[in-house]
Antibody
């Protein structure tokens, strides 16, 4: 059974940093691209970042470029999101999501339960 | 970037009736390489993460009831839910996966009338 378990969320002041983790199990982690998707309270979904399966390529939504860094440890089956210079508008539930892969590419077939990040003074 | 616009923002449908949700892309999602539309639909129930329903605009994910169907091509797409059930109350999102950045529609809230 595929499982994605996020952790690392919490309350942080504007300008602060936080590191999210997503522990994956039930599938061969290294064979899949992995994503972070966020949802501000009461709002819609926003894709944040992807780490492609080829081992090195990453991409980000413009609003987090230069502040967030996605990484992965295939030996630990874990995806990370380092978030620096956090802003109030980064407040959201952050979901880890697996890309379906193959020709379907970035269709998110499995999601974690999410971890809440609150940026407030 | 692709802008995805859903309509309506919310709708209320009676049990057993049909619900129709529309999604419009600012640019065509039909690939000339494989003649497929890079459009997917998700369902999100309160307090839960999204769940994949449909991809390639009309391919149902395994385990999704056949009362859910997707249609459309190019820039205009539709999610249809036939014989609405109480458990279908949720927010529905479309998303393109044509290229990066991936973007979602704003969501459509479906309620029971």
């Amino acid at each position: 059974e595929v499982q994605l378990l996020e952790s690392g969320g919490g309350l942080v002041q504007p300008g602060g940093s936080l590191r999210l983790s997503c522990a994956a199990s039930g599938f061969t982690f290294r064979n899949y691209a992995m994503n972070w998707v966020r949802q501000a309270p009461g709002k819609g979904l926003e894709w944040v970042s992807i780490f492609f399966r080829d081992g090195s390529r990453t991409a980000y939504v413009d609003s987090v470029k230069g502040r967030f860094t996605i990484s992965r440890d295939n030996s630990q089956n874990t995806l990370y999101l380092q978030m620096n210079s956090l802003r109030v508008e980064d407040t959201a539930i952050y979901y880890c999501a697996r890309s379906l892969g193959g020709e379907a590419g970035e269709v998110f077939d499995y999601w974690g339960q999410g971890t809440l990040v609150t940026v407030s003074s | 970037d692709f802008v995805m616009t859903q309509s309506p923002d919310s709708l209320a449908v009676s049990l057993g009736e049909r619900a129709t949700i529309n999604c419009k892309s600012s640019r065509s999602l039909l690939s000339s390489r494989n003649n497929k539309n890079y459009l997917t639909w998700y369902q999100q129930k309160p307090g839960q993460p999204p769940k994949l329903l449909i991809y390639w605009a009309s391919t149902r994910e395994s385990g999704v009831p056949d009362r859910f169907s997707g249609s459309g091509s190019g820039t205009d797409f539709t999610l249809t839910i036939n014989s609405l059930q109480a458990e279908d109350v949720a927010v529905y999102y479309c998303q393109h996966y044509f290229d990066i950045p991936l973007t979602f529609g704003q969501g459509t809230r479906l309620e029971i009338k």
